[in-house]
């Protein structure tokens, strides 16, 4: 493999870090006035008992943003402001430091905001409270904590023999000494004095917990008695904070029982889809314009939004789901960024990463589904039972998805993979070319495939930057014809022209003729290196292709003409000239650049440069059809017959390679061929005088399979 160019995004802009908001003015999602109308409900609560509010609302859904924005509005004015004390029970290990955290957090707050004698007296009886029953639930471990362990005349019996020990455990020896000579306060007594101190207070407590929904079982229910069990102490209102199903289910008594402690529930405002679609729209172009992909993920918005409609919506229904996932993407656009050019299809990687992060076990059959999920639909139009396959395939990818995934799924994977998208009697419902699939980069294309999940270019593949820079050559023919021969030789042949075809926009107007020319170049190259390679006849004509495609894109008649004229090989031109010919809608510009390249034919005969070319017979052939009746290439071929030498050579030129069901490539005369050049009558004559001591034992078996065809009027194979 060939790792990418890394990094052009810098590192602190590749993530998108699951932050919640803290003020009202961060707002986008259209919370602000519900935290607010909050924030003036209970900064205008008065009561003589505890108030206890919920605010419900699923994982990523945004509650603890809406805490902040609640805690920023009551600060305003901050004369009627309640004192904030924010405790975070997630923070904090086991039922005993839940308890002790509890009251430790809130006397903390108390002292700090008022440092007057009450104040500290206030913030200590808080302290001594919850060290109380912080001792009540390490001495009865393994006994639930129940609401009458703080509450009622057992609580009095249960505490009072303990609680010098809870001075001895809490402040060492100074408290246990402080104990031996204080009088034994019980619970309930502690609960009154602390009541009548919070009664004083000239504005309330406001105790927000967060996080509920992240303990464990045991923890949530120990929570929940806690605020049950202190629910009635004055000026104090509990905000919590969590995900209402999973915590009923925590509850033994379920619903019924979280009822009875809270008074007042609030499921949070559901945000507008068209919102959410629009700070999605926001993060997206903020890590694609730093990926310099915005461009081609523009040009493909209509495919986005189709995906989000019909599939990914589904998936990213609340801001930590965008967070994740932009934040997911970014990584990944940005190890794909390799220089100029873009080396992924953002919105495949877009869709393919809804997968990976929300239903991986799909994404992992995608991975291993390349074969079916990749094949050329193109050439498969009337395949019979195609829907009832893509039914199987898509069914097989999506299995381990839970049920209420399964259609947004569906919808998203037949538009990466337009094979799985099979409508009304077996047709695709695609409008994709060969072409815009490869200039696209898209996923469906079997080399792109492997780099949606490999994070780099496979060793069988070429980059669009690699691309880029051989459209940059254009304008020197020399290091054009050189890096193109490079990538042949490694075997890029295939993809290298398919892509270059797909990209054709690259090339600038002014190098067209330089570029034509070293593909007429390049192609002679490969004929004389590879002369009995059967396959090269498809090379050729794909070559000329690509002139065929600029003739009719292009404004480049003459720039096609002077390439042909001037380039250094003979088959190319010849090649570029028929497929004019046989599709141009300007037959006379046609008719000249074949005339053009039958000269060309007609100078190497003269030069005797023809006579060795491997292509000889095609070469041959034209010159004979499109010379307007003249008798040259006869003449030509009567003359170069004339020795056994040049007998044999004919000959052997005039074999074709044919693809064989049992053998393979194998080589067959073509008597259809060369009787345009010489009768039969007359090449039966001239075999007749071969001298058989005077050949190889390759010429002997072309003589021979030449002589019976001859003989029986009939192409023969040739042996070996």
Same mark, same amino acid.
């Given at each position: 493999?060939?790792?990418?160019?890394?990094?052009?995004?810098?590192?602190?802009?590749?993530?998108?870090?699951?932050?919640?908001?803290?003020?009202?003015?961060?707002?986008?999602?259209?919370?602000?006035?519900?935290?607010?109308?909050?924030?003036?409900?209970?900064?205008? *609560?008065?009561?003589?008992?505890?108030?206890?509010?919920?605010?419900?609302?699923? #994982?990523?859904?945004?509650?603890?943003?809406?805490?902040?924005?609640?805690?920023?509005?009551?600060?305003?004015?901050?004369?009627?402001?309640?004192?904030?004390?924010?405790?975070?029970?997630?923070? *904090?290990?086991?039922?005993?430091?839940?308890?002790?955290?509890?009251?430790?957090?809130?006397?903390?707050?108390? &002292?700090?905001?008022?440092?007057?004698?009450?104040?500290?007296?206030?913030?200590?009886?808080?302290?001594?409270?919850?060290?109380?029953?912080?001792?009540?639930?390490?001495?009865?471990? &393994?006994?639930?904590?129940?609401?009458?362990?703080?509450?009622?005349?057992?609580?009095?019996?249960?505490?009072?023999?303990?609680?010098?020990?809870?001075?001895?455990?809490?402040?060492?020896?100074?408290?246990?000494?402080?104990?031996?000579?204080?009088?034994?306060?019980?619970?309930?007594?502690?609960?009154?004095?602390?009541?009548?101190?919070?009664?004083?207070?000239?504005?309330?407590?406001?105790?927000?917990?967060?996080?509920?929904?992240?303990?464990?079982?045991?923890?949530?229910?120990?929570?929940?008695?806690?605020?049950?069990?202190?629910?009635?102490?004055?000026?104090?209102?509990?905000?919590?904070?969590?995900?209402?199903?999973?915590?009923?289910?925590?509850?033994?008594?379920?619903?019924?029982?979280?009822?009875?402690?809270?008074?007042?529930?609030?499921?949070?405002?559901?945000?507008?889809?068209?919102?959410?679609?629009?700070?999605?729209?926001?993060?997206?172009? /903020?890590?694609?314009?730093?990926?310099?992909?915005?461009?081609?993920?523009?040009?493909?918005?209509? $495919? #986005?939004?189709?995906?989000?409609?019909?599939?990914?919506?589904?998936?990213?229904?609340?801001?930590?789901?965008?967070?994740?996932?932009?934040?997911?993407?970014?990584?990944?656009?940005?190890?794909?960024?390799? &220089?100029?050019?873009?080396?992924?299809?953002?919105?495949?990687?877009?869709?393919?990463?809804?997968?990976?992060?929300?239903?991986?076990?799909?994404?992992? !059959?995608?991975?291993?589904?390349?074969?079916?999920?990749?094949?050329?639909?193109?050439? /498969?139009?009337?395949?019979?039972?195609?829907?009832?396959?893509?039914?199987?395939?898509?069914?097989?990818?999506?299995?381990?998805?839970?049920?209420?995934?399964?259609?947004?799924?569906?919808?998203?994977?037949?538009?990466?993979?337009?094979?799985?998208?099979?409508?009304?009697?077996?047709?695709?419902?695609?409008?994709?070319?060969?072409?815009?699939?490869?200039?696209?980069?898209?996923?469906?294309?079997?080399?792109?495939?492997?780099?949606?999940?490999?994070?780099?270019?496979?060793?069988?593949?070429?980059?669009?930057?690699?691309?880029?820079?051989?459209?940059?050559?254009?304008?020197?023919?020399?290091?054009?014809?050189?890096?193109?021969?490079?990538?042949?030789? $490694?075997?890029?042949?295939?993809?290298?022209?398919?892509?270059?075809?797909?990209?054709?926009?690259?090339?600038?107007? /002014?190098?067209?003729?330089?570029?034509?020319?070293?593909?007429?170049?390049?192609?002679?190259?490969?004929?004389?290196?590879?002369?009995?390679?059967?396959?090269?006849?498809?090379?050729?004509?794909?070559?000329?292709?690509?002139?065929?495609?600029?003739?009719?894109?292009?404004?480049?008649?003459?720039?096609?003409?002077?390439?042909?004229?001037? /380039?250094?090989?003979?088959?190319?031109?010849?090649?570029?000239?028929?497929?004019?010919?046989?599709?141009?809608?300007?037959?006379?510009?046609?008719?000249?650049?074949?005339?053009?390249?039958?000269?060309?034919?007609?100078?190497?005969?003269?030069?005797?440069?023809?006579?060795?070319?491997?292509?000889?017979?095609?070469?041959?052939?034209? #010159?004979? *059809?499109?010379?307007?009746?003249?008798?040259?290439?006869?003449? #030509?071929?009567?003359?170069?017959?004339?020795?056994?030498?040049?007998?044999?050579?004919?000959?052997?030129?005039?074999?074709?390679?044919?693809?064989?069901?049992?053998?393979? *490539?194998? !080589?067959?005369?073509?008597?259809?061929?060369?009787?345009?050049?010489?009768?039969?009558?007359?090449?039966?004559?001239?075999?007749?005088?071969?001298?058989?001591?005077?050949?190889?034992?390759?010429?002997?078996?072309?003589?021979?399979?030449?002589?019976?065809?001859?003989?029986?009027?009939?192409?023969?194979?040739?042996?070996?």
């Amino acid at each position: 493999r060939r790792c990418l160019k890394r990094s052009v995004m810098p590192p602190g802009k590749i993530f998108s870090p699951d932050q919640p908001i803290h003020r009202t003015k961060e707002d986008k999602l259209g919370r602000k006035d519900f935290a607010k109308h909050m924030a003036d409900a209970i900064r205008g *609560w008065k009561g003589n008992d505890s108030l206890c509010l919920a605010l419900y609302g699923e #994982w990523g859904s945004g509650k603890t943003s809406i805490k902040n924005m609640i805690v920023d509005a009551l600060q305003k004015p901050t004369t009627k402001a309640p004192l904030v004390v924010e405790f975070n029970p997630w923070q *904090w290990s086991g039922q005993e430091q839940l308890i002790s955290a509890f009251f430790t957090e809130i006397g903390a707050k108390l &002292g700090q905001s008022d440092t007057s004698k009450e104040g500290k007296e206030r913030a200590s009886l808080f302290r001594n409270y919850g060290t109380a029953l912080t001792f009540g639930s390490v001495a009865i471990k &393994g006994i639930r904590i129940a609401t009458s362990l703080f509450t009622g005349p057992a609580s009095e019996m249960l505490f009072e023999p303990m609680q010098r020990g809870v001075d001895a455990l809490k402040d060492g020896a100074e408290a246990a000494e402080k104990a031996s000579i204080e009088e034994i306060v019980p619970l309930d007594e502690r609960k009154k004095v602390l009541s009548q101190s919070l009664q004083a207070l000239k504005r309330p407590i406001l105790v927000i917990v967060d996080d509920i929904d992240r303990l464990v079982d045991d923890e949530i229910r120990l929570l929940f008695r806690l605020v049950k069990s202190n629910a009635d102490f004055p000026n104090v209102i509990y905000l919590l904070l969590f995900h209402r199903d999973h915590v009923e289910r925590a509850l033994l008594g379920g619903r019924s029982y979280m009822e009875k402690i809270i008074q007042v529930g609030f499921e949070i405002p559901k945000v507008e889809s068209k919102k959410l679609k629009e700070l999605l729209e926001i993060e997206l172009h /903020s890590i694609l314009k730093a990926t310099s992909m915005i461009e081609l993920f523009e040009s493909q918005h209509s $495919r #986005w939004d189709a995906i989000y409609r019909s599939g990914a919506s589904h998936f990213l229904g609340t801001m930590r789901d965008i967070k994740r996932f932009t934040s997911n993407l970014g990584f990944y656009l940005n190890m794909f960024r390799n &220089g100029a050019r873009p080396e992924i299809n953002p919105v495949d990687l877009a869709a393919i990463q809804i997968l990976a992060i929300f239903e991986p076990g799909v994404y992992h !059959r995608v991975h291993t589904s390349k074969g079916p999920l990749t094949t050329d639909y193109h050439h /498969s139009s009337t395949d019979e039972g195609r829907a009832e396959k893509s039914d199987l395939l898509l069914n097989h990818i999506t299995a381990p998805a839970g049920e209420d995934n399964r259609s947004p799924l569906d919808n998203i994977l037949k538009e990466l993979f337009p094979i799985l998208n099979v409508g009304h009697l077996g047709m695709i419902n695609s409008t994709e070319t060969n072409d815009s699939i490869l200039r696209n980069l898209r996923i469906c294309d079997r080399i792109f495939f492997d780099r949606y999940f490999h994070l780099d270019i496979q060793n069988d593949d070429i980059s669009q930057n690699e691309l880029l820079a051989l459209f940059e050559l254009a304008h020197d023919r020399e290091r054009l014809v050189r890096s193109l021969l490079e990538f042949i030789d $490694r075997g890029f042949w295939d993809v290298l022209f398919d892509r270059m075809q797909a990209h054709l926009d690259y090339l600038r107007d /002014s190098d067209i003729e330089s570029f034509i020319a070293s593909l007429c170049d390049v192609g002679e190259k490969i004929v004389w290196a590879d002369r009995e390679k059967p396959s090269l006849s498809m090379r050729e004509e794909r070559l000329a292709q690509l002139a065929g495609i600029l003739l009719v894109t292009r404004e480049c008649n003459e720039a096609i003409r002077n390439a042909c004229e001037n /380039s250094e090989g003979i088959l190319i031109p010849l090649h570029i000239a028929l497929d004019t010919f046989s599709k141009s809608s300007k037959p006379e510009f046609a008719m000249g650049l074949l005339q053009s390249s039958i000269h060309k034919v007609r100078a190497a005969a003269k030069s005797g440069t023809l006579y060795d070319h491997p292509r000889l017979a095609f070469l041959l052939r034209n #010159w004979q *059809w499109h010379n307007s009746g003249a008798e040259d290439a006869k003449e #030509w071929v009567g003359r170069a017959i004339v020795t056994q030498d040049g007998l044999i050579h004919i000959l052997e030129a005039f074999t074709r390679h044919v693809l064989s069901s049992h053998a393979g *490539w194998i !080589r067959r005369t073509d008597l259809k061929s060369i009787k345009q050049f010489i009768s039969l009558k007359e090449l039966r004559l001239r075999m007749g005088s071969i001298d058989a001591s005077k050949c190889s034992a390759m010429s002997l078996r072309v003589i021979n399979a030449w002589g019976k065809a001859c003989q029986d009027d009939s192409d023969e194979d040739i042996e070996g």
